[in-house]
């Protein structure tokens, strides 16, 4: 492989890896701290442990315990110093360092070799497309069964900003090596489709519905919900929530037409 294809391998590979920052900000072992603006109201000691089902059942109990005491904002309760601008939010940020190696790839007329290119994209189709699967059909409905609802809709909260960034990312890396792979028009259309949606949620309704959420959640501590301004809340996040679960499914169906195109070509 030539030296500016590998730097680009080195380069997306480095992108791919962004969305999982924000996951692994406070690792098992690590202090949860509760703040409020003016004091920390509470701290957590979560234990070392190297066993999976233990450390679940730790964190478990920290977000039951934040859901019953109330907590506003985020899961941790640290309350944000601004609200992020829209070009500072992570999607933007992926989008504009993988748009800045597709024109420097037009203007020197490089291109990956296919067989990286092939590796590349099938690798991000099967990361995105089973992250979408297992969140969608099952760790969603899993936690919403199992949680209380305050704390689920917390965790959810520190969930789909990761998992729409990574879809998005994903995403752009198949549009980008879709063409040396030979796809049909037909199918760079679904990812570019999918792409658009992953955005759309990215960007705009889950940042928007979870502000509504909190906004539900601070009514509820204060025992409003007879009032109007909690009945259209509900209102509008049940629109902002289901307008969002519809153009997931769009990645959804995307996901398996890619893989009919795909099969094609075996």
């Known amino acids: 492989m030539k030296k500016p294809c590998s730097v680009l391998l080195l380069v997306s590979t480095a992108a791919l890896l962004l969305p999982l920052h924000e996951a692994f900000k406070i690792p098992i072992g690590a202090r949860l701290v509760r703040t409020s603006s003016s004091s920390t109201l509470n701290r957590w000691s979560v234990p070392p442990s190297s066993n999976p089902v233990q450390c679940a059942g730790v964190m478990s109990q920290v977000l039951r315990a934040s859901d019953a005491k109330g907590a506003e904002g985020d899961s941790a309760g640290v309350q944000p110093w601004i609200e992020p601008a829209f070009h500072n939010k992570l999607s933007v940020r992926i989008l504009a360092v993988l748009a800045g190696i597709s024109i420097a790839m037009k203007n020197s007329g490089m291109a990956l070799p296919k067989s990286a290119a092939t590796y590349i994209h099938l690798l991000m189709f099967g990361a995105n497309f089973g992250s979408v699967m297992y969140t969608t059909f099952v760790l969603g409905l899993v936690m919403i069964k199992h949680l209380p609802r305050q704390t689920f809709g917390r965790l959810q909260s520190k969930l789909f900003p990761i998992y729409f960034a990574w879809s998005a990312?994903?995403?752009?890396?198949q549009l980008l090596t879709g063409k040396t792979l030979g796809l049909p028009a037909k199918a760079m259309r679904w990812l570019a489709a999918s792409l658009a949606a992953a955005l759309i949620n990215s960007l705009f309704l889950e940042p928007a519905s979870t502000k509504v959420m909190f906004q539900r959640y601070a009514l509820e501590k204060q025992n409003r919900r007879e009032e109007a301004e909690y009945r259209e809340l509900a209102k509008r996040f049940?629109?902002?929530?289901?307008?969002?679960?519809?153009?997931n499914l769009v990645t959804v169906v995307g996901g398996f037409v890619h893989a009919y195109y795909l099969s094609l070509m075996l």
């Open 169 to 173: 990312l994903a995403l752009a890396l």
């Open 238 to 247: 049940g629109a902002l929530h289901g307008a969002s679960s519809m153009v």
